[in-house]
Structure formats: C-alpha cells, structure tokens
C-alpha cells in the first residue's frame, strides 16, 4: 500500500503521485557519487538509500497523519497542501506551485514543506530530544572539522604528504588522505574522531558545508566511515534557501536546542547567538594563502594541533558544559523555556568576569574603538573595557611595549599583553596565560 492510499481526498491525481514516489524512492539521488568501488562502499551507500526512503516515508506519514482538514461537506474535505514532493501535494496528489515552501532537498531531492508544517514537525522533533536528552549540533567542513586543498596547489614542500598518505581502506584509523577521483588531498582535524563520538552521545548531528554535494558526501565518509553520526544530515551549497548564506530554515530543528561549529561568521547573519566561532585549521600552504596570512602552515611547519588542548578538545568541554546546563536546569522550568543561546552566552561571559581591559594603539585612531572586534570579543567574554587607565584596570594590549600606557602596565604590575591573548582566549573558551602573550615580540600562528 502506498502512503497516499488512504488520503481522504484520494483520487486519481493521488494516484499519479503514488505512481511517482513509488519510482522516486525506488533509485538512489542522482547526487550520489558514480565512483564507488568496493562491496563495503556500496553497502553503506545501499544503507543510505534504503534510510533515505525510510525518512522520506516516515515524514510522509507523519504529515498525513496530522494535517488539518476543514471539512465542507460530508463528501469532500480540502487539503491543506502541508508540502509538496515532485511538484504534488504529499497528502491528496495534487498538482501545487514548484516554489511552494521550503525545499529540503538534502532528504530528498523534490521535497518541499510548508512553514506551519516546518513548525510542527519542529515541535514534535523538541519533545523527542528532550525525551532523548539530546540538542542539535550543525558542524561546517572546511577549516573546522578539516582542511582540504587541490593537489596542483600543494608546494613542493608538501610533497612529503603524498608519500605519507593513509590508506582509503582503514579510513577510521587514518587523518591524512589523498583523493585522487578528487584531485585532492584531506587533513582531518586532530581529536576530530573523539570530538564526534562524544558530541553523538548529547546531540544529533548534521553536517552544513558551503561545498558541493558530492564533496560533503566523500568528507562525511571520511569522518563517519561506519554511517554512525550524521545519516543523510548532509547539508550543502545546493540545498540552502540564500546563496552564500547559511540558514537553519531548512534544519528540522527549534534554533533554541542548535548549537553551530563554523570558522565563518558572516555566512550565519541570521544565526550568530547559536554559533560557536572555530579557529581556522590551516593544515595546508594554500589554506594560509586564500586568507591572506604570511605565516607557514602546519604542513610546512611538519607541526599539528594538539588533540588534548586543541580547538575541537576545547570546543567539546563547551558542548558538554552548555548541555548539562540545559539538562540540569530547575525541572520547575518548562524546557519550552529554554534556549541554549542563554546558557552559550553565560558561559562565554565567564571566562574574562573580572577583567578590566584598556587598549593601547590596537585600533586606528579613527575608528571608534567599541566597534572593533577584539573590544566586542572582550566583552563577549565578560571583561570590561575601558579608554583611560585606572587603578581599576587589570590588563594592557598592545602591539608595541613602549607607548605610554604599556610603560603604565609594566610600572604598575599590570598584566601587558599582546591582542592575541585575546583571540586565543576566545577560540579556546579559556583564559590564556598572559605570560604567553608577551608584547615585546611578534606571535605568529
């Protein structure tokens, strides 16, 4: 029986769209990739078309199941059209407008939703985490939870990887891979394997690349090659609603249970209290030249981050500290009241309480200096800033040791440190030893 057969409104134009979500979900996407070779690989790929129908199924059924109807008549009812799947009505099969809702083609391609069923199915997904104890947690790609670069970019001092390559059949226990259908070489992020097995015990993941399909798809199996975290909660390019934007329009999800893992602020305009801004992984030389920094790469360096005091270790303790917050709250407080904004922000302003921070020649004199981003960073993180020095005052930063308010600093036995303490403290969600940042030298990445 197919899922339209017993619509109240069944007709003939409901079987038409039975005949073609019978055949839709009979293939694969045509997104999927052409060149998997393997009997593993095709397992897991026929694993993700058989979990593609069966979600695509149960929002289908799930939709049927409660859509409204407002009965005319005792022998005609009107569907609501709560969404839309190749251009027809998901409950009665009728023909709908192609733009009709939000597309949420990383589902399945052709399948559109409408804003009060999106709340709905919002809804009903808040009441199962809660149930679950689980929050949602959307993770970019590049430069958060890896670094790629094409193989005609990497330098001839790089050429040193490609003889130190993992191999493709033991991808769980490799960081450093080539891809040659690509044209590519991948550098997982140090602690990345145990960041996501951990964060998978308190949130459903979904990855949300500004990539291509195809390349989200073969970074997703080199990060879940066992299909464990993130099931087809593969989000690209092609499936937001803005171009160059990220949205959690399409994310069946309350934004008040969504954290988010991104390097870029600006692609989240709409979302930037849900985002926990990542420092850049410049693994490779081409990485550090698209952003324009001088400095040598981790791959020239022969260097990494640290697993245990890295970004993605530092990053993790956040989660697991805003999501005891969100669990642990007073029960007396509905979880309807709750929003893992509120408890980020807390946390966040934690780390500098008490801090009283003056500027010294950091920012040009004609910009006013609460607009800069270290100043906004400082706050965020719970200091004061202030313009004039005082006894008050905790620390100095400053690029040059000798203006007259460094010389304060050293005079009084104030803390003296250089703007990147601030940076530092920011990306790693902890206060920074300021004898790290001296001033009296330059700090490169």
Known sequence: MTIVSDSPVHSSSSDDFASFLDAELATSTSDSSADEEGDEEENLESKRVKRRKVEVLEILEDVQDSTARVETSKEEAICAHPGSFGGMCIICGQRVAEEAGVAIAYIHKGLRLDSPELVRLRNADMKNKLNQKK??????LDHTLLNSTMLFHMTSEEDYLK????SLQDIQNGSLFMLEHMRMMTKLRPYVRQFLKEANEMFEMHIYTMGDKPYAREMAK???????????????RDDGTQKHQKGLDVVLAEESAVLILDDTENAWTKHRENLILMERYHFFASSCQQFGFRCKSLSLLKSDESDTDGALASVLRVLKRVHSMYFDEDPRDAPSNRDVREFLKSVRKEILQGC??????????????????????????????????DSSVTHVVANDPNTEKSKWATNETKYLVHPQWIEATYYLWQRQVEDKYPVNQSKSQ
């Open 222 to 236: 080199l990060l879940d090659p066992g299909d464990q975290y993130f099931n087809d909660r593969i989000i690209s």
């Open 356 to 389: 009283r921070i003056v500027f010294s020649r950091v920012f040009p004199t004609s910009f006013p200096p609460e607009s800069h981003q270290l100043w906004k960073m400082a706050e965020q993180l719970g200091a004061t800033c202030l313009v004039e020095v």
């Open 163 to 166: 003889s130190n390559a993992d």
């Open 135 to 140: 929050l949602h947690l959307i993770l970019d």
